[in-house]
């Protein structure tokens, strides 16, 4: 410290002056100020002197401690093989035995030629790694998340609500790209998830030595080969499971790094392969936490290593089990699986001779088969085709869907007409009757619904509201033939002396009310309180008036299984397009519902909020109030009421629903937003009771109720 230099500066001036007056005689001094020049100079030096010890010391001192404290390289790779780091049982995780995989997959510096990638890989079923090969797509240069959230804000996808995998399934929902942007890089979200938006697939480019005729040219209008997209984005920190893919597949980083380990297809057996689930192709593993002890084979896997960079392809054969991991940060890929036409039909008979699940037989076949196979271009076109994107490539995907045209596939069912036509319709039904439309404006909730994105509105004479519909319907920005409406008429109430002039006249009745040319949809409201031929005789009305157009499709509501039938296969000459029933976890018919998917017939639901229990049989609403409704609601970070709408739709089930509130309207729009697990949905399925059980568990009287 500076004090203790000044305190030994003092004793060292002491010291000298008296050494130098007690030790030098008169006769040895011959120059006064020579002799106090070097007392200066001996002062100084001795000054410094205790800061060079400490320097000197401090120096020593630290080589020292380098070398008993540190123990082991910085990449520990260095120090232990794989198999030696696997079996010490110190790493629990995956991905933290990437480090240790020294063997890289092969890569090359941009991509490869069509006849190459053909020729030394697809054919020899290798990997290999193109660096740069995606550095001029259009979506490795532009999308960003600003961009992104500009372009396809309201696309929707399926989103993982865990980075991590794990040995049971994933909550996945759907969700809108705007609202995942808006939140993944705070949120366990992971995206994965393919699309057929004509916007998405316009920047999505497909390379050249891909782009070919036994992948992407036509055969009757239909796509040759099977080939799948996929688009990734999260935040990164992801674990994927330990699995193969069923076909083959590029991988193109658009941003981030993702680190793959990857192994032989014989090297299966090690990885406990006939202890796989889901198709066979996803391990038991769990990849973020095991005990090693239990998988020793893990670590006499012969792994490669490749380190998939932005602008980077990674060729992935089918049947190369693989781990892949993003380090935290921005991750967005775009992946895509295929096969050759009639090479893949090569492929699939070698599955068919060996059984699945049998993979102790099953794998040297297919080690061997890769070597013996025929050249793909000898059994299938390998002919270049012009460059294009993923749009003008797939035949199913060329059309674009504006928000002022015919409801897009995605997000329809299509319902049989006569004839042999077939006519989409929304996944999604506004209903404007009962307790809805008793307590507001039906014309101001319908118009509203319609330009929130509604397409189809259920409407009835019974309901007291088709004027105020019809207007809406009139008065909303979408063109009429992109609004699909639907009413139904009571059969009881009319004269049963002459019921084809009596429907005939109903028919009439609601076309005036709603001031539309033709109805879409038109249903006997109270079929099963009618005789087989009061039905039979309505039914053939309704034919007549498909005949004239001014309905386009008919079908039954609230009928019974012995009704159905009857008009299906004794009367029908214009298909039954449509049914209309209650439709709730706790109480639905079954033997209808399985008669309609079963032969094409659109069911719709009502009531599947449970609405119309407590609205018609005096109770607590037993859907809403429902433990595990409410469970999974919390889970899912949505409302019961989306948990049951989405049941019915993942069903193949169109629910219709009422609210009268804008809020609910829009957040009911997006339902399928939640996508259900299968082990929630057959947890939803057992909820079916008996009335008397519904009592039972669901017997809290509601009070006022009408």
Same mark, same amino acid.
């Given at each position: 410290?500076?004090?203790?230099?000044?305190?030994?500066?003092e004793?060292?001036?002491?010291?000298t002056?008296?050494?130098?007056?007690?030790?030098?005689?008169?006769?040895?001094?011959?120059?006064?100020?020579?002799?106090?020049?070097?007392s200066?100079?001996?002062?100084? +030096?001795?000054?410094? #002197?205790p800061?060079?010890?400490? /320097?000197?010391? %401090?120096?020593?001192?630290?080589? @020292?401690? =380098?070398?008993?404290?540190?123990?082991?390289?910085?990449?520990?790779?260095?120090?232990l093989?794989?198999?030696?780091?696997?079996?010490s049982?110190?790493?629990?995780?995956?991905?933290?035995?990437?480090?240790f995989?020294?063997?890289y997959?092969?890569?090359?510096?941009g991509?490869l030629?069509?006849?190459?990638?053909?020729?030394?890989?697809?054919?020899?079923g290798?990997?290999v790694m193109?660096?740069?090969?995606?550095?001029?797509?259009p979506?490795?240069?532009?999308?960003?998340?600003?961009?992104?959230?500009d372009k396809?804000?309201?696309?929707?996808?399926?989103?993982?609500?865990r980075?991590?995998?794990?040995?049971?399934?994933? +909550?996945?929902?759907k #969700?809108?790209?705007?609202?995942? /942007?808006?939140? %993944?890089?705070?949120?366990?979200? @992971?995206l =994965?998830?393919?699309?057929?938006d004509?916007?998405?697939l316009?920047?999505?480019?497909?390379?050249?030595?891909?782009?070919?005729?036994?992948?992407?040219?036509?055969?009757?209008g239909?796509?040759?080969?099977?080939?799948?997209?996929?688009?990734?984005l999260?935040?990164?920190?992801?674990n994927?499971?330990?699995?193969?893919?069923?076909?083959?597949n590029?991988?193109t980083s658009?941003?981030?790094?993702k680190?793959?380990i990857?192994?032989?297809?014989?090297?299966?057996?090690?990885?406990q392969?006939d202890?796989?689930i889901?198709?066979?192709?996803l391990?038991?593993?769990?990849?973020?936490?095991?005990?090693?002890s239990?998988h020793?084979?893990?670590?006499?896997?012969?792994?490669?290593?490749?380190?998939?960079?932005?602008?980077?392809?990674?060729?992935?054969p089918?049947?190369?089990?693989?781990?892949?991991?993003?380090p935290?940060?921005?991750?967005?890929?775009?992946?895509?699986w295929?096969?050759?036409?009639?090479y893949m039909?090569?492929?699939?008979?070698?599955?068919?001779?060996?059984?699945?699940?049998?993979?102790?037989?099953?794998?040297p076949?297919?080690?061997?088969?890769v070597?013996?196979r025929?050249?793909?271009?000898?059994?299938?076109?390998?002919?270049?085709?012009?460059?294009?994107?993923?749009?003008?490539?797939?035949?199913?995907?060329?059309?674009?869907y504006?928000?002022?045209?015919?409801?897009?596939?995605?997000?329809?069912?299509?319902?049989?007409?006569?004839?042999?036509?077939?006519?989409?319709?929304?996944?999604?039904?506004?209903g404007?009757?009962?307790?809805?439309a008793?307590?507001?404006?039906?014309y101001?909730?319908t118009?509203?619904?319609?330009?929130?994105?509604y397409k189809?509105?259920?409407?009835a004479?019974?309901?007291?509201?088709?004027?105020?519909?019809g207007?809406?319907?009139?008065?909303?920005?979408?063109i009429?033939?992109s609004?699909?409406v639907?009413?139904?008429?009571?059969?009881?109430?009319?004269?049963?002396?002459?019921?084809?002039a009596?429907?005939?006249?109903?028919?009439?009745?609601?076309?005036?009310?709603?001031g539309?040319?033709y109805?879409?949809?038109?249903?006997?409201?109270?079929?099963?309180?009618?005789?087989l031929?009061?039905v039979?005789?309505?039914?053939?009305?309704?034919?007549?008036?498909?005949?004239?157009?001014?309905?386009r499709?008919?079908?039954?509501?609230?009928?019974?299984?012995?009704?159905?039938?009857?008009?299906?296969?004794?009367?029908?000459?214009?298909?039954?397009?449509?049914?209309?029933?209650?439709?709730?976890?706790?109480?639905?018919?079954?033997?209808?519902?399985?008669f309609?998917?079963a032969?094409?017939?659109?069911?719709?639901g009502?009531?599947?909020?449970?609405?119309v229990?407590?609205?018609?049989?005096?109770?607590?609403?037993?859907?809403?109030e429902?433990?595990?409704?409410?469970?999974?609601?919390?889970?899912?970070h949505?409302?019961?009421?989306?948990?049951?709408?989405?049941?019915?739709?993942?069903?193949?089930?169109?629910?219709?629903?009422?609210?009268t509130?804008?809020?609910?309207?829009?957040?009911?729009?997006d339902?399928?937003?939640v996508y259900?697990t299968?082990?929630?949905m057959q947890q939803?399925?057992?909820?079916?009771?008996?009335?008397?059980?519904i009592?039972?568990?669901?017997?809290?009287?509601?009070?006022?109720?009408?």
């Amino acid at each position: 410290s500076s004090g203790i230099n000044a305190e030994y500066g003092e004793f060292l001036n002491y010291y000298t002056n008296y050494y130098y007056k007690s030790n030098l005689s008169m006769a040895d001094v011959k120059d006064e100020k020579k002799a106090n020049r070097r007392s200066r100079v001996l002062r100084s +030096v001795s000054f410094f #002197m205790p800061a060079l010890l400490g /320097l000197i010391i %401090y120096y020593l001192n630290s080589l @020292y401690l =380098d070398t008993i404290i540190v123990e082991e390289p910085s990449t520990p790779s260095q120090q232990l093989s794989y198999r030696e780091a696997c079996l010490s049982g110190k790493y629990s995780s995956l991905k933290d035995l990437h480090p240790f995989v020294t063997e890289y997959i092969e890569e090359v510096q941009g991509a490869l030629t069509k006849d190459r990638f053909i020729d030394d890989y697809l054919w020899r079923g290798k990997p290999v790694m193109m660096r740069g090969a995606a550095k001029d797509w259009p979506a490795h240069k532009r999308w960003t998340d600003e961009y992104l959230q500009d372009k396809f804000y309201d696309m929707t996808f399926y989103v993982d609500l865990r980075k991590h995998h794990s040995t049971d399934h994933a +909550v996945r929902t759907k #969700m809108k790209l705007g609202k995942f /942007l808006s939140n %993944y890089k705070k949120k366990d979200w @992971y995206l =994965d998830s393919m699309t057929t938006d004509a916007r998405f697939l316009d920047e999505t480019h497909v390379p050249q030595y891909l782009n070919i005729s036994g992948i992407f040219e036509t055969k009757d209008g239909t796509q040759s080969a099977p080939f799948f997209h996929n688009f990734y984005l999260s935040g990164g920190d992801t674990n994927s499971p330990l699995h193969y893919d069923g076909y083959d597949n590029l991988l193109t980083s658009l941003d981030g790094t993702k680190e793959w380990i990857i192994a032989e297809p014989e090297d299966v057996l090690k990885l406990q392969i006939d202890e796989w689930i889901d198709h066979a192709n996803l391990s038991p593993l769990n990849v973020t936490n095991f005990n090693v002890s239990n998988h020793l084979g893990l670590c006499d896997v012969r792994w490669r290593r490749a380190i998939v960079t932005a602008g980077d392809t990674l060729f992935i054969p089918t049947r190369w089990p693989h781990h892949v991991y993003s380090p935290p940060s921005r991750n967005m890929a775009i992946g895509m699986w295929f096969y050759l036409d009639d090479y893949m039909d090569l492929i699939k008979g070698f599955d068919d001779d060996v059984h699945l699940r049998n993979h102790t037989a099953k794998v040297p076949l297919w080690v061997e088969h890769v070597k013996t196979r025929p050249h793909p271009c000898n059994v299938t076109s390998c002919k270049a085709l012009p460059p294009g994107n993923l749009r003008t490539l797939l035949p199913d995907h060329k059309e674009t869907y504006s928000r002022d045209s015919d409801v897009p596939p995605a997000h329809s069912s299509l319902m049989e007409l006569a004839g042999d036509r077939k006519v989409r319709i929304p996944t999604i039904c506004y209903g404007t009757g009962l307790p809805a439309a008793s307590i507001t404006n039906p014309y101001l909730n319908t118009k509203a619904a319609l330009n929130m994105g509604y397409k189809l509105i259920d409407t009835a004479q019974h309901y007291g509201n088709e004027r105020e519909v019809g207007a809406a319907v009139r008065d909303c920005k979408w063109i009429r033939k992109s609004v699909i409406v639907m009413t139904k008429f009571e059969l009881a109430l009319l004269k049963v002396d002459d019921v084809t002039a009596e429907v005939t006249n109903s028919i009439e009745l609601s076309l005036n009310n709603l001031g539309l040319d033709y109805i879409d949809i038109l249903l006997i409201h109270d079929t099963a309180e009618n005789s087989l031929e009061t039905v039979s005789a309505a039914w053939r009305a309704m034919e007549a008036a498909v005949s004239s157009g001014k309905v386009r499709a008919i079908g039954l509501s609230n009928t019974d299984i012995e009704t159905l039938r009857h008009i299906f296969y004794n009367v029908a000459t214009v298909p039954v397009s449509t049914v209309q029933n209650l439709y709730a976890p706790i109480e639905f018919d079954k033997e209808v519902v399985a008669f309609c998917a079963a032969r094409g017939i659109i069911f719709m639901g009502f009531g599947v909020t449970g609405a119309v229990h407590a609205l018609w049989k005096n109770m607590a609403n037993p859907v809403t109030e429902s433990p595990l409704i409410k469970k999974l609601a919390e889970l899912y970070h949505t409302s019961p009421h989306i948990i049951a709408f989405n049941w019915a739709a993942q069903n193949n089930v169109v629910p219709i629903i009422r609210s009268t509130s804008l809020g609910h309207m829009r957040d009911n729009l997006d339902y399928a937003d939640v996508y259900l697990t299968p082990a929630h949905m057959q947890q939803i399925n057992q909820m079916v009771l008996s009335e008397e059980e519904i009592r039972d568990v669901y017997g809290e009287i509601v009070q006022g109720a009408e």
